[in-house]
């Protein structure tokens, strides 16, 4: 699984991105983001509001709490600010 | 056409670009965005954007469609800036053509809403007490469901 | 900055003297009218505006001053052009800057409605069956009413 | 006085503008076309309906049937369609 942060999430992270291998209780979005706050402190830090996080999958939006798998491109990031 | 890029775009090429050679045409709204020296009361030296390569395009792209699904427009133009940028230096520049004027300008305001709520762009500002993220504003957020009101038989977006 | 001229305008030129300088400015919103290929059913060869000098440009400022008035623009910009002008040409460009894109916007489209009703232009066509004299569209006078009933604290127009 | 024709109404009139002295009974707008009707049949056809008739009186739009004088630049056209 591929997971991409961006902006602060980024900053805070340390990382733009990482190819990880979750266990297999990860099947979903909160249970990736759950598990990914324990890789690091940065990582704790930077999902510690979930309000401030967006979650693509694939590149769309995720909304509520949509399966992922091992194939998905995942990636965190605040709300956008462009324009 | 929608592009992300890091150079400044020349108005009059792109719209000459946009209208040529449709005399259907009869109006082209456009919006420039710029950086401005100020933001939130502090002074802002220079701003960063960032994107995400792939979906950025892809977002552009769905938001233009709506826009194209929603007015008779003969074309329409999304170039964004990404990289450091000085205030005054133009971030973003979208325009629609349509024979009539009341859908360039409002698809036109269409686009830049539902832009700045849905593609995904990210501007860290130098200011004074340092670096900084822009944090999303609740009225671009109001301005973006606007929209979504306006067209209720389509449902929920999720672009 | 209100001119009529017989010449094209550079988009880019000038909508980048409007906003030079000035770090204050947020947004430029504009709006070009082309000229069509057709109208009312019929093909357009060419069109020929007319003006009243003088009185043409005073009622342009006086649009101009009126939309500053209702909203927080740092700069506008009205080009219009006469003379002969075929499908495809761009017949008048209006820009409005301002900190904030929906004043841009709405002054932006304030002042091409406006001026549709209010400045003294007139356009013939060249036509399949001849020359013929544009009627005004009661659509245009809808457009500009609509901006009269948004101000009624301004009391009833004569611009 | 100074008349100016626009549009239509200058080629159905024949003359982009004329230099008039009316009679002293022509006082307003009103009694002013109804005098210049009976200038020519060109005049005439120009003028025969007010409502096609926008009036301006020294560069300003007049409403109603203001008054005019001899020193004034009177303007008769169709209404506008620029833009």
Redesign the interface.
Known sequence: MKI?Y???LREKVGLREEELTPPENVRDVASLLEWLKGRSPGHAEALKDPRMVRV?IN???A?GNPPVGPEDEI?L??????? | MIRVQTEAFDVNAELEKLAAGNPKIGGVASFIGYVRDESEGAGVAAMTLEHYPGMTEKKLEEIAAEAHRRWPLEASLIVHRVGRLEPGAPIVLVATASAHRQAAFESCQFLIDWLKTKAPFWKEEETGQGKRWVEARAADDAAAENWTQKDPAAGPKKV
């Open positions: 991409f961006f902006a602060w693509a590149q769309d939006y909304a990636a990031f605040p709300p956008v600010t462009g324009g």
